[in-house]
């Protein structure tokens, strides 16, 4: 270099240095770009959930030198994530330096599709790739260097290169299969032939070549990113969206009339992953088939789960819709929806191809040309199955189905297409309520959904879509607010339908309004039944009895329905029980969509939980039963094993149908959701508060015997329980988690709405900690749970962690704060105004002393409540809000009531943003506390100006035992003022610094300092 640094200012830039220099600084942002990008890159390459990018992005580095064969291995680990790989891959090229770098985006850039491609090209930095085809040496090094020209040249023409080699003998025949195998798409096929190729040597090499030169492409081939689709192929799918399109567009519940369509009603639904511990965006439709959350690159098969009514259904059916007007799902070319209550009808063996021709769209041409394309381009296809618990059998992996044209029952193809073994690479969404679900299906999927209703504001959105006019809107919405055990039940999208549909009932309620599930149905049920004979509007229980044998008819299908699985009628069924052309035209039976217009009309009840509502009223009202069903009706789950319920269940009636094909077959996966859900109608209607309803319409000792027996099967179901709680292990208190019947009972026990049965159940319960983390429970049941906890005899620590309770299940569950010792939400979606109303609860409620509130939606406006209790309370001892957004605003706010308080011993902030500021507030009301024992401020952004405040309350508190500052930014000074303080304190036991701003030789100096230093 001539001169200094400094003299460059002074001269004149001269062009190549501007050149140069560009061109250098080029470099240099290349390299930066992948790194500081690295999300959006991540996510270019990834997001698809198919790994063509990537694969495309390593063809060209191979080629052009920058990955040996190594790199290209290693990124590619089998049994990894895409995601993985993807990473693995931008680590290598951020090490492999600026140049490679600057390829890389080159490489992406032509990968990428245009939107996606210009926010990586408009920085201009990506290097040019060399095209020139230089003379090689060697055609091996000709495969390398041509690797992403030959990839795409061999596709459509693996078939015949791999004979050429056979023949040639270079390949054996396992080779051969391995290139094959069906689970590769036709591009990987190509690439895993020529990396067998490039083991082989020169010959195989050469030979391969020739066949490329020689051999025309083959005109059936697709390029696999942009299928030239074939006319016949376009035709077709055309033809199946608007197929699909025609059976979308309406909701059942709406009668299929047109003053209100899907597209006028849909209200968003909370989507979440079951296991999600962290906080992330909400997820969004999309996002069922996005990448987010998979557990399993290699499945195909995503599930959705979600309560009966929580919408799984219409779910899909607004996916089927956007994808036939071209609004979403736009990877997918053909989209096949199918409905597992109408596949148990199908009674034939059919193959792969005959169940999408026949039960989703018959292609009117070109059927083997639409059925191969569909083999070839597996990615470009997209099954739909709703309601997987509605299937007559339960899930097994015991018959395998590998081959498309191979026949076999239709549950049977649905097993193999779920695993995999058929179809392998087609997107699969499977719908089911959470119960149903066997574990063996677990392994086979890709991801897992949860759907959980509503949020308050989907609730408030569905309303306003409901009711047009806005006043109506305006009084419905605020007759919830007045009854939030309403609004709780508000949260399942198909209580709010019944809610929004019914609301001259609700509104003319007054005080008494509804309350529990079985009165909302009731709404429905005199709605309807109103609505046909509206001169005899009859405000009292009159209307009943007025329509008494059309529920028993209704009521008696939807028995045998429920005890043989079958959710759709055929005429001559409706006949066999009865039901008249007068009963259909109630509305609560539908006309089935679907069935192919061939059939005659078939019918299913509006919804499954209405269908469980008519078994419920038949089991409560018929007096023509042998034996009473109601105690095979309340037992438990693990009592099923030596008695089949469902065949227990169906006993007790006169079956008419001749075949029962799940009795002696062991439980069918709807069976326990939707008898439960018939059992806790039972329940509610037999009600002491619903009596007055069946005046009339049967003998009133034949239902005191009824409730006597509900009453009495519920208590006996939960000492049950009790006894069969396990022992606690040690540091754990019992726990309930394992028996989900549990939260059930208690439902059932709310349902009947007599103290009386709530507090005997609770007389016999003795725990000290009552464990329900990842039971799903949402305001609803926190409804139920407190109308049962409130009468324990004993405080109980209420541990809810990783539900759906939000502010409206807090607002529920006050009534039972007066026996909860500790609250435990971790997870619950809990916002600054669920805690506003938990907390002026909780300074009233004596035994209240411990929350934990991790992983909730709080800011600092929750502060000030925090504040509060603790001036307030001097017994409290337990805070903890780890992983919310409380900033140094917020940690004053706190600050202000630890300074007034002098029994808090443990404090969690770790996660917030409360930094050095946070920090100091915090301290200086801490410093001379003599009864904080745990403080921690992981992850804080707390700085050294943070320790040396925090240093003060090592040095004067006489009870801090440990202080845990992880992952925060304290230099070495800051440390120093915490070893000072330790010197002066022995009481302290550790201070947790590991991941600060710390080198590794000071922390060997300061390890050595003071052995309670943690680094
Ligand atoms: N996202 C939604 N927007 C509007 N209404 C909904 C939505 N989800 C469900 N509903 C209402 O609730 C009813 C029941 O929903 P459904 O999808 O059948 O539930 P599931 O299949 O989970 O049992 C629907 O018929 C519809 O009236
Ligand atoms: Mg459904």
């Known amino acids: 270099m001539t001169g200094c640094e400094g003299g460059r200012s002074s001269r004149t830039v001269q062009p190549e240095d501007a050149e140069h220099g560009n061109w250098h600084a080029k470099r240099m942002f290349a390299q930066e770009l992948v790194l500081k990008r690295r999300t959006e890159i991540l996510n270019a390459l990834c997001s698809s959930g198919s790994s063509e990018h990537l694969e495309k992005v390593l063809d060209i580095l191979l080629a052009q030198g920058r990955l040996t064969w190594e790199d290209y291995q290693g990124v590619q680990a089998p049994g990894r994530t895409l995601y993985a790989n993807g990473r693995q891959l931008l680590d290598l090229i951020h090490t492999k330096g600026a140049d490679t770098c600057g390829l890389f985006l080159a490489a992406l850039e032509q990968v990428l599709p245009e939107e996606q491609r210009a926010a990586f090209s408009a920085s201009g930095c990506s290097a040019s790739l060399d095209e020139t085809e230089k003379a090689q040496s060697s055609s091996a090094e000709t495969l390398l260097t041509q690797r992403p020209s030959l990839v795409s040249k061999l596709q459509g023409r693996v078939d015949g290169a791999l004979d050429a080699l056979v023949e040639s003998g270079h390949f054996s025949s396992t080779e051969y299969d391995d290139v094959r195998l069906p689970i590769h798409t036709p591009a990987q096929q190509a690439r895993r032939l020529l990396d067998h190729v490039r083991s082989k040597g020169e010959s195989a090499a050469s030979l391969l070549l020739q066949f490329i030169q020689q051999t025309p492409e083959s005109g059936s081939s697709l390029s696999q990113d942009r299928p030239a689709f074939p006319k016949e192929l376009r035709k077709y799918q055309k033809k199946l969206s608007s197929s699909v399109s025609a059976q979308s567009c309406f909701l059942s519940t709406y009668g299929g009339t047109s003053h209100m369509s899907l597209g006028d009603i849909f209200t968003e639904v909370q989507i979440d992953l079951p296991r999600n511990s962290n906080s992330h965006s909400p997820l969004g439709l999309e996002d069922v088939v996005s990448p987010v959350g998979s557990v399993n690159e290699e499945a195909d098969t995503v599930l959705v789960l979600g309560e009966a009514g929580s919408g799984k259904s219409t779910l899909l059916q607004r996916l089927h819709l956007l994808w036939s007007q071209g609004a979403a799902l736009h990877d997918f070319f053909l989209l096949f929806p199918f ?567 443990y404090l969690g902030l770790w996660g917030n943003k409360i930094g050095d500021e946070g920090a100091e507030a915090l301290a200086s009301a801490l410093q001379s506390s003599n009864s904080l024992v745990w403080l921690s401020l992981v992850g804080n952004g707390v700085g050294t100006a943070g320790a040396h405040a925090l240093s003060n309350i090592i040095r004067n508190s006489s009870s801090l035992e440990e202080l845990w500052l992880t992952d925060n930014s304290i230099t070495r000074t800051g440390v120093e003022s915490l070893i000072q303080a330790l010197e002066k304190n022995t009481h302290v036991k550790s201070v947790w610094l590991i991941n600060n701003d710390l080198s590794l030789e000071e922390i060997e100096e300061m390890k050595k300092r003071d052995s309670r230093l943690v680094f």
């Open 339 to 905: 409905s597992c209550r109408r596949l148990n009808s199908e009674q034939k063996e059919l193959s792969v191809q005959e169940l999408l021709f026949q039960h989703c769209c018959w292609p009117d041409r070109g059927q083997e040309e639409i059925f191969h394309f569909i083999l070839d381009h597996p990615h470009l296809i997209l099954f739909t199955f709703d309601g997987l618990d509605e299937l007559k059998e339960r899930f097994s992996d015991e018959y395998r189905v590998c081959c498309p044209t191979q026949r076999a029952p239709v549950h049977v193809l649905l097993f193999n297409l779920i695993q995999g073994s058929l179809m392998k690479g087609v997107r699969k969404v499977v719908t089911s309520r959470p119960e149903a679900v066997d574990p063996g299906l677990k392994k086979h999927l890709h991801k897992e959904l949860l759907l959980k209703g509503f949020s308050p504001s989907g609730i408030d959105c569905f309303v306003k879509k409901h009711h047009s006019d806005p006043t109506v809107a305006a009084k419905v919405l605020e007759s919830l607010q007045a009854n939030t055990a309403l609004l709780g039940l508000c949260h399942s999208p198909v209580l709010c339908w019944i809610v929004s549909q019914c609301h001259k009932e609700l509104l003319g309620c007054g005080e008494g309004g509804p309350q529990t599930i079985t009165d909302v149905y009731i709404l429905i049920l005199q709605h309807f039944l109103q609505h046909q004979s509206p001169l005899q509007n009859s405000r009292g229980a009159g209307w009943l009895q007025e329509h008494l044998q059309t529920i028993l008819h209704l009521g008696q299908l939807a028995f045998q329905g429920i005890a043989n699985n079958c959710y759709i009628f055929s005429a001559s069924e409706l006949e066999t029980w009865a039901v008249t052309e007068k009963d259909i035209s109630t509305g609560f039976l539908v006309r089935s969509k679907n069935i192919s217009p061939a059939d005659c009309a078939h019918y299913e009840f509006l919804h499954v939980t209405i269908q469980c509502f008519f078994a419920a009223l038949y089991i409560v009202l018929s007096g023509n039963t042998d034996r009473c069903p109601i105690p095979k009706l309340f037992e438990l789950q693990n009592t099923r094993k030596t008695c089949v319920r469902g065949a227990c269940f169906r006993a007790c009636f006169h079956s008419r149908y001749e075949q029962e094909p799940s009795v002696g077959k062991g439980a069918t996966a709807a069976e326990t959701p939707n008898l439960q859900i018939a059992a806790t109608f039972v329940a509610g209607l037999l009600s002491q508060r619903h009596q007055g309803l069946w005046l009339h319409c049967c003998s009133d000792a034949a239902l005191q015997k009824k409730g006597r027996q509900v009453a009495r099967c519920l208590s006996k179901g939960m000492q049950k329980h009790f006894r069969s709680i396990p022992q606690p292990v040690q540091g754990e208190a019992k726990s309930m988690h394992a028996m989900p019947d549990f939260v059930w009972l208690i439902k059932c026990i709310y349902e009947k709405q007599e103290s009386r049965i709530a507090k005997d159940a609770m007389s016999k319960l003795e725990v000290d900690h009552l464990k329900l983390t990842y039971c799903n429970i949402g305001p609803v049941e926190c409804t139920a749970i407190a109308f049962v906890l409130q009468h324990l005899k004993n405080p109980v620590g209420l541990q809810l962690d990783n539900n759906s309770v939000g502010d409206v299940g807090v607002e529920q569950l006050l009534p039972c704060m007066h026996i909860c010792n500790s609250l435990h939400l971790r997870n619950n979606n809990i916002t600054d105004e669920g805690i506003r109303k938990l907390i002026a609860k909780g300074i009233q409620c004596d035994n209240f002393q411990k929350i934990a509130l991790f992983n909730n939606c709080l800011t600092d406006g929750c502060t000030q409540h925090f504040s509060h209790l603790l001036k307030t309370k001097q017994d409290f001892l337990s805070i903890r809000l780890g992983n919310n957004n409380i900033t140094a605003n917020g940690a004053k706010q706190l600050a202000e009531g630890l300074k007034f308080n002098r029994s808090l011993r």
